[in-house]
C-alpha cells in the first residue's frame, strides 16, 4: 500500500497539479493515502505516522528537503521510500534515473529497489543528495577527517552523495567538491569550462568556516558551521529508476 | 585523460595523509604521506614535504621527501624533487632538478642501488 507525502497546495495550479496527479495513480493501480505537511506534520512526523499504520511503500513528492526528511525516517527499515520530484534537484532527478512525474509513477509502479546511502548532519539531520556552503566572497574553509585536515579558501563547497552514479560511480563516501569559478574573458566568453578544482572524499568529516556559514539543500538553510558530517551506507531502499542499480528484496 | 578519485586545488593546503586506490593530482601545498595504488601527479605550483608512494608519480611542481613508483616516476621541466627515489623507470625531462639517490626496482621487485636515471638527452 503506497503513502504520498507532498507539501502544502499554495496555489490553483498545483491543484491542478494534484488532481491529474491522483487521477494517474488511480489509473496505474498505485492509489493510496495522500497527506500534506502542515505546521502540526511535517514530513519527518507523516513518514513516521506512515510507519507505524504499516504502509510498506512512502512516497515523497517534491524537492530535495521533502525527500530526505522522509527518508531519515526510513533509515534501515524495511519500507520502500518512492520519490515524485517535483523542484528537485539534477542531482536528486540523476540519482533516481527519471525527471518528471509521469516517469516518476511508472517506475514507482515497478517498485526495483536499490539500497542507497544517506548522510547525517550533526547526527540528527539527514539528507539523500547533497548540501553546499555558497558565500559571496571567499571565506576560509577547515575540512578535518580522520587522517587529514586541509585549509582552503573559496566560496562555495558542495557535499554528495553519489550512491554508485556518475560521473564517481562509487558509494558509501562523501564526496567533498569546490567547483572550479568561471572567469569571463572579453565579450562575456567563458575563458575556461566549469569543473572540479578539489575533491576529497571521506565517510565522516567536520566542516568549520570563517566567518560562520549557513549549509543548505534546495534552498532550505538545514544548519551552520560547524558541522559534523557522515554517512549510514546502503541504508535505504529507494525505488529506483536506474539501470544500474541492484534489485533488493 | 586520467580521472581522478582525490584532487587538492592551487589553494588548498593540507596535512595528515592521503591514501587513495584511485589516481591523486596535487596542485596545492601538502604536508604529509600520499599513497596510491594508481598516478599521483604533482602539478605546476604544487609542493609536497613528505613520502609518496605509487605505481606511477609524474611532477611538475616540487616534492620534500622519498618517491617510491612500481612503474615510473617522470620530472618534467621545471620539476624539483629533493629526496631519494626507488622506481623501476625514473626519467628526468631537461630544466627539472633532482638531488637525492635513486634506485631501481626490478621485475622481480627487488631493489638495486644507484640505478642511473634515464635523461632525456639520452646520455
Redesign the interface.
Known sequence: MYYYIANPIKNKQEQNFFSSLRQKLTSEGIAGEMEFCSPEADAAKLAASALSKGFTTIVAIGDDFLASRVAGVLVDQPIALGIIPIGASAHLIDLLGYGNWIEAIQVLRHRKLGLYDIGLINEDIFFLTGLEIKADKPIDFNLHVSQFSANFSGRHLLIRLFNNNPPFNISNVLHFLVPKEIHRGLFGRKSQNSSIETLLRAEQAVIQTSPQMEIKMSDSVLASTPISLSLIPQSIRLITGNQGQGQVG | MEV????????????????NQGAIQIN?QVE?QIESESTVTIGSGAMVKGPIKAKTVEVTGEIYGSVVANDRVELMPKAKLIGDVTTKNLVIRLGASFIGKSSTINDTSSEKPAAKPAYESGK
Not at chain 2, 9 to 19: A, D, H, I, P
Open positions: 581522478f578519485d582525490t584532487i587538492i586545488g592551487q589553494n588548498v593546503k593540507l596535512q595528515g595523509n592521503l591514501t596545492g604529509g
